[in-house]
């Protein structure tokens, strides 16, 4: 089916002719052709997503793969479990089921433990039968997992609360254990263990007025006293803000856009990638002499806690830019290193600062794999990075996409994504071995980071660029949540759509019962809401009871999805072919986080 | 059905509602109709076209014996009226919860729903 059907029969089912006939294409596009095209099992179930049996599964275990690290990055999961997790996706095996049911009851504590608004819009959980967990929280995935998201983002997604109390049993209170973690664990010290802390506390306050020593006078008044029973919400923000945080330290260290100073860093890397030729070599020597004038002429600052947490946000820039994917221990090693090559490489392709500048940026001081970094320089290539707003985020996506099909290559993407998003797989690296690496989900950075260098994506598609990290890491990971958080809602909401506006009629089956035989129970709602029954007249009580749970579970549904089904529909139907799949998938996630948006905001009616 | 109607009288259907309940043979046979792991009968992974072919032959045979237990109308001011087969054995009067159950569901369901369909339709006459 080509989109341009697909579009022509929302237009048919949203106008007065031929509804039937356009309920039909609609159907025919999102049941089968839409499920090839992105990966998406339609239902969308976990024996599909995670015992995978040579169906397109692939999106969709990545969204079960982002929930498992946000529960774990909030205590919902051991590190254990985590480790298990991967260990089970490396092998290609599914879960086993304890692991299941310990991420069903992460679920479960969470929903208890926030008052996010838009959980309350949700029918609530089972609270018995394995299936029937697994099934709701497949359904309201994406709901779940966008709320994590906000608990887990350095984005500034989180609203801060002036009600907080420091020591109390919330998600947030896990959140902002997750970002002392982040910042102040100390992994040299190997003090990995199951026995995180869960909650912010009062034993985690000396961590916050090293933070706020860390960012020098400005937050001094920030600082918490010993006797706090609340965070100021200005210091809340810098913890669940890294743009925040990071301009308080460049101010602290005057290396801000109006900063003077030089600020460096020296590092040593086992790794260090030889010169390959005399001129690359005759570069590199003077680019030597020069650091090695930085380092002499500097007072040496060797690994003091400032210096240790400015390395933390270094990374962190790092790793939502997508260049980075080790884990956060202000340690510089050779993943850190290559993600400060990988920026300064594709800045040097696509971006707006010279050569001359960006050869000042990271210095090779000695051939022995020592470097030295120029903070100043850094600050202002990362800061090309920031998460930009909502309404930015979506006209670079948009440009990024114009300039696909400008290039010709909407078709190419549209064929080709599902296989070559294996292609970033390693760069995640072995987690089950490594688990404390991180993926980063934020959506506005993830947008930007494959703004910046639009023309290497669309080489990449080509088949050109080798290079992943960076603009086309962020690109397929950005496209890849697309589908997860829209396709995944809209994929569930349309289930229950087709019951309720398409005429697909509800269907249950009875005990088996002699001759291998089994009794139907039928019920059909038309669009008006008329609706027929069909029963067998040898139902049993527990067939009919089964039947009635059914509808009533498939009507809580309803009530939550309908609204923003109808408006993708509407969507649709307002669309121009030509218009590629993935494309058509973008759009629709727009109108799904938009959804979810108000969600937060209480906004929705609730079910 | 409200297919090919127009809004308005899309809209004039939503205000009354009603709601039908039929019983009758309609068994079918297991073999081929499942996936591997739906045995629950929650309607999930059930082979779709395979049940609807088997009801039709089973509906359409000349010797079928499908008939209405129950029927509802509700109106716009919520005045209802309930046809009820006579004489409902014990065993028929839990279908006769099951269609009260129906009644009450389709009417939640599209008080709920309004907002969100008249939103799907709005831009062609609204």
Known sequence: MRVADFIAGARRFTAERDRGGGAEQLRLGVESEMPLRYAMPFPPDVQTALYARG???????????????????????????????????????????????????????????????????????????????????????????????????????????????????????????????????????????????????????????????????????????????????????????????????RRANRIGPDGSRNYYLQYRVAEAPEPTDTETDRRAARLRRRAARWVRRNDDHVDTGVNHFGVRLMQLSLWRAGFYTGRLDGDIGPLTHLGLLALIEQEREYGDLGDRRLDHVLLPVSAAGEWVVNLRLLAKLLERYLPPPLEDVRREEDEIWARIREAGQEDRVDEAFVARQREIGPYYGRLSAHPSRRVYYGLRGLIRGAFRAIGRIVKWIGGVVQEILGAIFDFVKALAKRLQEGIGTFFAGFRVFAHYLLGRPFVSLGATGAGEERSVLMTRFGIDFDVVSVIDEAASREDIERHTDYLRTSREDATYFLGVIGSCIRTIGLLQPPVGWLRLAVLLARVVHQFLADGRAGRRPVA | MA????????????????????????????????????????????????????????????DAQISALAATHVSIDKDTVTFVKEKLSAEETVYLDFHNETVKAAGIARAAMAEGIAKLFVGNKL
């Open chain 1, 55 to 249: 169906e397109p599964t692939r999106t969709r275990r990545g969204q079960w793969h982002e929930l498992v690290q946000h529960l774990t990055d909030l205590a919902y999961l051991t590190p254990t479990r985590f480790r298990e997790w991967h260990l089970a996706r490396e092998n290609g095996v599914p879960p086993d089921p304890s692991l299941l049911l310990a991420v069903l009851e992460g679920v479960d504590e969470l929903l208890r433990e926030d008052d996010y608004a838009g959980f309350h819009m949700l029918p609530p959980p089972p609270a018995r039968g394995f299936e029937k967990r697994i099934d709701w929280l497949e359904r309201y995935m994406s709901t779940v997992v966008y709320r994590l998201s906000e608990l887990t983002s350095f984005d500034g997604d989180l609203v801060t609360r002036s009600g907080y109390r420091i020591g109390e049993s919330t998600a947030y209170g896990r959140c902002l254990a997750f970002r002392m973690r982040v910042f102040f664990y100390d992994y040299r010290a190997d003090r990995h263990s199951e026995r995180r802390k869960v909650y912010f506390d009062r034993a985690s306050l000396p961590q916050l007025v090293a933070l706020t020593t860390f960012l020098g006078d400005a937050a001094r008044e920030l600082r918490p006293g010993v006797a706090d029973s609340t965070i100021a919400t200005d210091l809340q923000r810098l913890l669940v803000n890294a743009d925040e945080l990071f301009d308080y330290y």
């Open chain 2, 3 to 62: 297919e090919n109607k127009s809004l308005w009288d899309f809209i004039g259907d939503m205000s009354t509602l009603d709601v039908v309940t039929l019983t009758g043979n309609l068994t079918i046979k297991v073999n081929d109709l499942q996936g591997e792991d739906a045995a629950d009968g929650s309607g999930k992974a059930i082979k779709f076209a395979g049940i609807m072919r088997q009801l039709q032959g089973n509906i359409l045979k000349k």
